[in-house]
T-cell receptor
Framework: KAGVTQTPRYLIKTRGQQVTLSCSPI?????VSWYQQTPGQGLQFLFE???????NKGNFPGRFSGRQFSNSRSEMNVSTLELGDSALYLC??????????????FGSGTRLTVV | GDSVTQMEGPVTLSEEAFLTINCTYT??????LFWYVQYPGEGLQLLLK?????DKGSNKGFEATYRKETTSFHLEKGSVQVSDSAVYFC????????FGKGTRLSVIA
């Protein structure tokens, strides 16, 4: 079956712009989580969506937002981009999120560079 | 909150050497523990897991044992290959996955 698909793979934006990243989970998976990966901070949790509702949220400013559609696809948006937002953004899907014991399936990520 | 600490890399080994990557955790409950691996240009892949104390997770020659008394989940492999070169992340489950900072492993032929 198809894996987790993230688009685009690479993105270059200018400070102050906004960006939208997309994630299509594995078919049948209803939970989508987003992580930011940087060399300095490692993997940091952004938020989790389940059945179109945000269920958990990490410690990021309000410039970071997300949503989930009825087909479980998810988007995350970053407004007023800063240089420090340059990172690899990873999306992970699972059946219900609560099945943490089985881990997540990750996409290959979107590499965002802010210049 | 819960946290994971793993040894800093990079770790450089010759092929067929023994590998240990240390991981310790802090948690208020009894989380499940995981090792994920990230190959260059890719996302994370689940390598192995353990869901309760004394469980041993294993996959592809890698092993890790959930040690509640030492709050550890060290990753080991008896004989590494060049293809094992990657970044390894220890993680625990706490409503979401909490990751360590990752350890880069380079295996030289």
């Amino acid at each position: 079956k198809a894996g987790v698909t993230q688009t685009p793979r690479y993105l270059i934006k200018t400070r102050g712009q906004q960006v939208t990243l997309s994630c299509s989970p594995i078919s049948g998976h209803r939970s989508v989580s987003w992580y930011q990966q940087t060399p300095g901070q490692g993997l940091q949790f952004l938020f989790e969506y389940f059945s179109e509702t945000q269920r958990n949220k990490g410690n990021f400013p309000g410039r970071f937002s997300g949503r989930q559609f009825s087909n479980s696809r998810s988007e995350m948006n970053v407004s007023t981009l800063e240089l420090g937002d340059s990172a690899l953004y990873l999306c992970a899907s699972s059946l219900s999120g609560a099945d943490l014991d089985y881990g997540y399936t990750f996409g290959s990520g979107t590499r965002l560079t802010v210049v | 909150g819960d946290s994971v600490t793993q040894m800093e890399g990079p770790v450089t080994l010759s092929e067929e050497a023994f590998l240990t990557i240390n991981c310790t955790y802090t948690a208020t409950g009894y989380p499940s523990l995981f090792w994920y691996v990230q190959y260059p240009g890719e996302g994370l892949q689940l390598l192995l897991k353990a869901t309760k104390a004394d469980d041993k997770g294993s996959n592809k020659g890698f092993e890790a044992t959930y040690r509640k008394e030492t709050t550890s989940f060290h990753l080991e492999k008896g004989s590494v290959q060049v293809s094992d070169s990657a970044v390894y992340f220890c993680a625990l489950s706490d409503r979401t996955l909490v990751f360590g900072k990752g350890t880069r492993l380079s295996v030289i032929a």
